[in-house]
């Protein structure tokens, strides 16, 4: 089995959504059942990894960044058994831990492409990591060029790729290695039963999009530039931010594309029916 949707195909459909003034979509999503609804709800793009996968278990999608589950190996799971055959008119992207050590990283992206994956993104990444720890992984051989290495290895493929970015330099590395969609990552999001109690705030998110927009725009402008995660958290949040930096093509979403929907609607529907009163006799 090959890709089902090719590099161009899937840019098209993005830029066609950018030029016809509607906001790009993308879902990231832990179970078949979520990722059918989303391209059901018109998803432009679904995608795929372990932090996803730890999210529909009833955990914080932090979970994905300890040291208890093959990144890799579910994501490839995940897309083979769960998401490509309930998804069949929406591309599919795998997001792989890059600076896995114990995988040559260039032959798993051509497994993960073969096995019908339309595109490779960096999730989890060391881009969310910070202090000693960080510090640690780059000086080790373990950091965030690894994931610069792959998404340009998957680009020289054909293949679609999209990059989380936390920074300037990150986004123009991504872009000059050929990478189709720069996601401006502002951090873990709140809200729901295991959201953060901490997270970026508006502004800060604001300054971060825009310094990297404004860095793309002299060599890279036509790159699809979306973002996730922070203080948004509906669509209502989503639409506030475009007042502030209309020049963002879409939103990523994460637990508002599936915990936050299922932590509403189940309880919900769980009381309806603990409503309903046996009828009296007679």
Do not use: W
């Amino acid at each position: 089995m090959a890709a089902r949707f090719t590099r161009e195909q899937i840019n098209a459909r993005l830029k066609a959504e950018r030029d016809a003034g509607k906001m790009v979509y993308d879902a990231l999503c832990g179970t078949g059942i979520t990722a059918k609804m989303a391209a059901r709800g018109g998803a432009d793009m679904i995608s795929t990894h372990i932090l996803a996968y730890f999210r529909m278990q009833g955990l914080s999608s932090m979970a994905g960044y300890l040291p208890i589950g093959d990144a890799n190996a579910i994501t490839l799971e995940l897309c083979e058994r769960s998401l490509l055959n309930v998804v069949p008119d929406c591309p599919v992207i795998a997001g792989l831990l890059c600076v896995d050590p114990t995988r040559d990283m260039r032959a798993f992206v051509d497994r993960c492409l073969a096995a019908g994956a339309d595109g490779i993104m960096n999730c989890p990444t060391v881009a969310l990591i910070d202090g000693k720890f960080r510090s640690d992984l780059e000086e080790t051989g373990t950091g965030y060029q690894n994931e610069i290495d792959v998404l340009g290895y998957a680009a020289s493929r054909g293949a679609f790729t999209k990059a989380f970015v936390t920074t300037v330099d990150e986004a123009i590395a991504m872009a000059e290695v050929g990478v189709d969609n720069i996601i401006v990552h502002y951090g873990n999001s709140s809200g729901g039963t295991i959201g953060s109690a901490t997270v970026m705030d508006e502004g800060a998110s604001l300054e971060r999009t825009a310094s990297i927009i404004d860095a793309l725009e002299a060599k890279f402008s036509d790159l699809i530039v979306t973002c996730h995660g922070g203080s948004i958290e509906a669509p209502d949040d989503f639409r506030d931010f475009l007042k502030n930096e209309p020049r963002i093509d879409g939103y990523v979403g994460g637990s508002s594309a599936e915990r936050f929907p299922i932590e509403e609607s189940i309880p919900r529907v769980t009381a309806g029916f603990k409503s309903v009163r046996r009828p009296k006799a007679g």
